[in-house]
């Protein structure tokens, strides 16, 4: 039987140090004979670097959440099994301060693309 992880992702991918980051997901089984993938309620475990942080259980819809928060910067490497699969997302915590930098350059570039797509409407409509 085919088992994947799939939709693997995280409220914050660089949450403040202290601050509690969500990872959700979902888990499917391959029904060969409708030839589709179908959300199967089963445990998945969970590893933070290697270290076992328990079991979570899928819902009815295959779907699965698990709350992780770190006293320590740097990155974490996540990995969710269940049955004959795994997979894994890493999460990299942060000081406030880069926090603020990286929202900060998150803004301009936002602005920037705006500033671009107003130009490139003025130079259509005008030529």
């Not at 660089?14 to 980051?21: A, R």
């Not at 589709?36 to 959440?65: A, C, H, K, L, Q």
């Amino acid at each position: 039987m085919k088992v994947r992880i799939a939709g693997l992702h995280a409220s914050d991918k660089k949450p403040v140090v202290g601050d509690e980051v969500v990872i959700r997901g979902y888990v499917q089984r391959y029904d060969d004979k409708r030839k589709m993938w179908i959300p199967i309620r089963t445990r998945v475990w969970v590893d933070v670097d290697g270290i076992n942080y328990g079991v979570v259980y899928s819902n009815p819809d295959g779907s699965f959440e698990f709350r992780y928060s770190s006293k320590v910067k740097g990155k974490k490497r996540v990995e969710f099994k269940a049955e004959n699969c795994k997979r894994e997302i890493e999460i990299e915590f942060v000081g406030e301060e880069e926090k603020r930098r990286v929202n900060r350059i998150g803004t301009i570039v936002v602005a920037i693309l705006i500033l671009l797509l107003i130009l490139l409407y003025l130079i259509m409509v005008l030529v």
